[in-house]
């Protein structure tokens, strides 16, 4: 098929050649097109971006949870231009300073004895590497058998093969890949706004989703089990903050059973909730770490897993040791210099700081808007990842009916007020970059509450 080049300035003709030669990931290209195509963005600085046609929007979910230090940022660019001009590549068996100072770095940064890092350019990578290093583990230490692995119900650890089966949720439906791998092991997630026990409280709900990890071990066999992997605050559903019981008791289980703790913070790492790691907030030290988006605020592809020196010194010794595993754009000297950069920036801003404090603004704010749109069931989040779940009646807590098309209309409401939110399904989830101010906190939850205000109208709620 042959079509014309569409001018770069043109808005029309880009959405035109979206519509027909690109996949927008996750999106219908029918209803897409349907919309006026993809936001095509012209620029984008600190909170905001700028879409083709001069309409600016406060990019409510720092792009996918990623943009943490702000759009714009000419001195990562430059960094990686520096870094690009000098060494633009990794060569087989080979490192750079820049990758070696990073590691370095986030072996300081992270909490315990994580100490050694593969790199990899994004979180489904970084996920599936922990994955195969915590069974290569097992395999080296003569457990041979370790190949299972647990996940929690409403998670999402990537889209490739070996990670798409990893928890699960309704906006992530997997009925073209079937059937699901036997090693993967699901479990009831420590959500107790929808807690699957009839906990009678939090506390109870963290315990009784903790022991739920132990029976599924003991019922898989733990001579079978590899590994626990879980975010230590789950986004997916909004922002789902486990009652404080529940990490250390499935910490307690794991070293129990022999069965390894791998966190995902490709989300929660570099500073969103407020604290550097989600480990560091929960208060628990997992056997490996997966990291991505954050690490570079998404200027370049990066991702990783860090391990504690007990899980990474069983691939040392002999050539029997050697852990076989690579990707050919692993440890790019580019990403390491803009990680290096962007964590500078994290540091010199203090955002780790300003995560915290706009967090907890932007929670009031929530919490004050339940108080008034009984449309509203829950408010959830700690930091910068903060949710709501709207629904139809909160005493039985039933989702509205798909054909009302709540998600849309709020999604439609918040382009009218400058806001970029797609709304999925039934959780409002509000995750801005971590240098948003205290006006900017208020602007966003203004605008949010009037387009819930107008939608309650709209379906007289
Ligand atoms: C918690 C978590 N893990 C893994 C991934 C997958 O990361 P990527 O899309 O970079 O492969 C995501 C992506 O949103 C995520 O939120």
Redesign the pocket.
Known sequence: MTSSMPSPTDNNALKDAANRHLFVGMTNAAQLAEEGGPLVMESAEGIHVTAMDGKKYIDGISG??FRNVGHGREEIAKAIYDQLSRVSMNVYAGATPATIQLATKIANLTPGDLTRTFFCQ??????ESSLKMAQAYHVRRGDRGRYKVISRKG??????YG?MWLGGHPGFPRIDYQPKPANVITVPAPHYYHDEFGSKSPEECGERAAKAIEEAILFEGPESVSAVIG?PIS??MGGVVPPSNYWPMVREICDKYGVLLIF?E??TGFGRLGTWFGANYVGVTPDIM?F??GITSGYFPV?GSIATAQVADVFAGGPEKTWSHMYTYSAHPGGAAAALKNLEIVERENLVENARARGEQMHERLEEMKEKHPMIGDVRGVGLIQGMEFVKNRETKEHFDASMRVNARLTEKFIERGIWIRVPAYIIPLAPPLIINADQVDELCTAVDESITEVEQELGV
Do not use: F, L, R, W
């Open positions: 996918m949870y994004g979180g489904s990578e970084a996920n998670s999402y650890h990537g889209s490739t990670t975010e986004q997916p995902d490709v989300i997966s991505a988006k991702g």
